[in-house]
């Protein structure tokens, strides 16, 4: 249970998943130690160097993890890793003696944050097939139904919701893509020493065909490939890619979720984010329908997007071999960042689910809107059957100004009655043609067929 006498990183329950959290946790920590504790043990059996018996010891102490006896230990010498071999060498009378034979600290601690990457990434990318097939859905749901598209803020011409949406399921598949890459190709730093060049296990395993034999066991029973060369740690530009990764799908969640907010706004009304019957907008103003969750993303977004720079720093000022300058950001560093994207997509699963879509609303918009855009019809047709383009031009300018000026002071949009009263543009185009100028539905182009093919593109894949 978590304790609120102290202070709690809103992480710690407020934002993120159980999964995420029991990922970074100090115990899932300690565990994986003690995993790659055993996997050298194992190893080192190969060489004589370690025998069945202190292996086994060592397996069947292996998720005895003791935090409060490693922490107090901790406060005497100073150093997490060796308090918790101090423990576990205590649990295991015949295997104590062996643990962490020819190891440095960082060959234990980075091999071990590199599995929680990777099994973070995992639950990132399991997350994020969801939402795609979530988002799939709805693109197919609403591909056909207009809406207006703004460029400047300002009323364009009419798109569809589903084509909208399917350039949000675009970007988030180019993060997918970036996020497999990225997992595919982590490496841990594998065991090479305290300043990289594996002299220790050179001695120990009887030379260079040796050292590599042990690694390349290692890495076999861990499933996590290692760097060829490293220094006292792995390379930090790979923390770099990472969270850049990450950066990346946080900017196009927080651009989802800031066009979101502006279409709940009351002004444009279309599409907003669920609203429980009991939920609360407002202390002050009891009518208030505030998009919460979507400036929840884009609040968390922010913070990711820092992430990137944090690992910038530890990578290019590590001095030399290695400098200890990144390891306390490095605690909360990663588990933040993951956590933040995990509630970001949660989050964005939640309100795709239950996205409000006023209709009626969405008509009303084309009502007033639409008109202008249709607009331009007016002008390509019109130049087809002979007219000046210029001419027309400044024609339809001068009349669609009038219209504005009418919509402003709140009048229904008269352009098209202007248009149809227009000599100088129904001696080009017939009234009955006017009339299919002006209809929505003939005016979104690729964005009905685009969008089921994005969708469709998702289904399968997913």
């Known amino acids: 249970m978590t304790e609120f006498a102290n202070y709690q990183s ?21 565990l994986l130690w003690r995993r790659l504790w055993v996997a050298l043990a194992e190893a080192q059996t190969e060489w004589g160097l370690v025998n069945r018996a202190q292996v086994d010891d060592l397996k069947a102490h292996q998720t005895d993890v003791d935090v409060p006896r490693s922490l107090a230990i901790e406060e005497k010498n100073h150093h997490d890793l060796m308090a918790e071999i101090k423990v576990y060498a205590g649990q295991c009378p015949l295997g104590g003696g062996i643990i962490h ?54 009323p364009a011409e009419p798109t569809t919701l589903g084509y909208r949406l399917a350039n949000f399921a675009q970007d988030l598949l180019e993060d997918y893509d970036s996020l497999v890459r990225v997992r595919a190709g982590l490496k841990g730093k594998g065991f090479k020493g305290a300043v990289g060049n ?48 990450l950066a990346g799908l946080a900017a196009t969640a927080s651009k989802f979720a800031f066009d979101l907010r502006l279409l709940q706004s009351e002004v444009i009304g279309e599409v907003g984010e669920p609203f429980a019957a009991q939920q609360v907008g407002s202390s002050a103003m009891p009518f208030k329908r505030n998009p919460i969750e979507s400036e929840k993303i884009d609040s968390l977004a922010r913070a990711v997007s820092v992430a ?79 007219a000046d383009r210029q001419e027309m031009h400044e024609l339809l300018r001068t009349l669609s100004m009038a219209a504005w000026q009418e919509v402003q002071a709140g009048s229904p949009n008269p352009l098209i009655e202007l248009i149809q009263q227009e000599a100088g543009i129904t001696r080009w185009i017939s009234a009955a043609e006017l009339t299919q100028l002006f209809a929505v539905e003939g005016y979104t182009g690729i964005a009905e067929s685009r969008a089921h093919e994005m969708a469709a593109k998702i289904k399968q894949l997913f």
């Open 10 to 30: 809103p992480f710690s329950w407020r934002y993120g998943s159980p999964e995420m959290r029991t990922i970074w946790s100090e115990e899932n920590k300690r």
């Open 198 to 245: 594996a002299a220790s296990y050179v001695m120990l395993y009887g030379g260079l065909e040796g050292q590599r034999r042990f690694e390349d066991l290692i890495s076999r029973s861990l499933k996590l490939p290692f760097f060829e060369l490293t220094t006292q740690t792995y390379s930090r530009k790979q923390d770099y890619a990472v969270l850049s990764t």
């Open 308 to 386: 990137p720079l944090t690992a910038w720093n530890n990578y290019a000022n590590s001095l030399l071999e290695r400098t200890l300058d990144d390891s306390a950001n490095r605690r909360t560093l990663f588990p933040e960042t993951f956590l933040a994207v995990d509630e970001i997509l949660s989050t964005l699963t939640e309100i795709l689910t239950n996205l409000r879509v006023n209709e009626a609303i969405i008509q009303r918009n084309l009502h007033t809107f639409a008109p202008f855009a249709a607009s331009e019809r007016v002008l390509m047709a019109a130049v087809k059957a002979g």
């Open 101 to 154: 034979l020819g190891a440095t600290s960082m060959d234990i601690k980075d091999n071990a944050e590199a599995l929680q990457i990777a099994q973070s990434l995992d639950l990132i990318l399991d997350k994020l097939k969801q939402l795609l097939v979530k988002l799939a859905e709805k693109t197919d749901l609403y591909a056909a139904l207009p809406v207006m598209a703004f460029t400047h803020l300002q």
